[in-house]
């Protein structure tokens, strides 16, 4: 699992970086990936990138500000031309629909797969046996929802040797053991699984947040997180104008992890008015004064979503 941006300024593109949009590479999960936010032109991103229309699965807005949502007409429709037959769901808040059925309906765009546009207002979006998506609302100028996406937990792993040792081949048995079901052997022996089974493997939680002032909402969907998406538009001298344009500053990012105990910071959404890598390292900096696992999120980086080790 890990992320890859495709742009990471805020607004506007700049010739250094694009307007936002993040995949969630699921490589061994699902063999597919995720999109946060399609900003203009991220089908031109994804052509300089590893990620391949066809293996998108779902793609989750976040608001409908035009730097996070105008390129996905032309994504839908371009999706179709390369070879993408697959379902795909989009998930965002109300009127995302209606822009879509207009968007693709005047310019008659074919789309050869099943798309479904769900419309949301927060709460649990999606859930299967592996994953679950929650939103909640944050503060912006329109609605703008954070995502939470938490993998469920996996059983352990099995102790091969030991089942071998009783003389347990591979077949049926092995999934009732991982499963947690005790079994009996042609031998009358009686295998635990609790004794040949290791501890469930914790699933890891992302969570990706929309453009927003520093709220109350950002908390819950931020605790435990392994990995956390924040915007930075601007350094915190520049704090007022961060909270007039209803965005937040690195150092309030940073509060946030710290105060959701996050294992690591991720920083995007820059203005513009950061324009190369070097007018970043402030933003940087005080950061990670107060949360140093903090990074600058860099466009066709991937950055992998480490499973921390929980101790007691």
């Not at 500000?65 to 390369?82: A, E, I, K, N």
């Not at 965002?92 to 008659?108: A, E, W």
């Not at 081949?169 to 009996?184: A, D, H, I, M, R």
């Not at 819950?220 to 990995?227: E, G, K």
């Amino acid at each position: 699992m890990e992320l890859y941006f495709l742009g990471t300024n805020a607004g506007v593109p700049t010739l250094q970086r694009n307007v936002t949009s993040v995949a969630l590479r699921l490589l061994e999960e699902r063999r597919s990936f995720w999109m946060f936010d399609c900003g203009e032109a991220t089908q031109h991103q994804i052509l300089r990138s590893p990620l391949r229309l066809g293996k998108l699965e779902k793609l989750f807005v976040t608001h409908l500000h035009g730097d996070h949502l105008f390129g996905l007409p032309g994504l839908l429709s371009s999706r179709g031309y390369q070879g993408g037959i697959a379902p795909l769901t989009v998930y965002g808040p109300p009127g995302l629909k209606d822009y879509l059925d207009i968007s693709l309906s005047v310019s008659q765009s074919r789309i050869p797969y099943k798309l479904e546009i769900v419309e949301h207002t927060g709460g649990l979006v999606f859930e299967d046996d592996s994953f679950k998506v929650e939103a909640g609302l944050l503060e912006h100028r329109i609605d703008s929802y954070g995502y939470r996406i938490t993998e469920k937990d996996s059983p352990g792993s099995l102790n091969t040797e030991l089942l071998q040792s009783y003389g347990l081949k591979p077949g049926p048995l092995y999934g009732k053991l991982k499963k947690g079901e005790n079994v009996t052997t042609d031998e009358g022996i009686i295998i635990y699984a609790a004794d040949v089974v290791s501890e469930p493997k914790r699933g890891r939680i992302v969570t990706i947040l929309g453009d927003t002032r520093p709220c109350k909402g950002t908390l819950p969907l931020s605790i435990n997180a392994d990995l956390i998406v924040h915007e930075a538009t601007f350094a915190h001298d520049l704090v007022d104008m961060a909270y007039q344009y209803h965005h937040s500053t690195a150092r309030q990012a940073a509060e946030l992890a710290k105060e959701a105990g996050a294992h690591q910071l991720l920083l995007t959404h820059f203005s513009s008015r950061y324009s190369n890598p070097e007018a970043l390292i402030p933003l940087l900096e005080e950061a990670q004064i107060i949360f140093p696992e903090t990074l600058l999120a860099e466009e066709f980086c991937a950055f992998p979503v480490y499973r921390r080790v929980l101790r007691n």
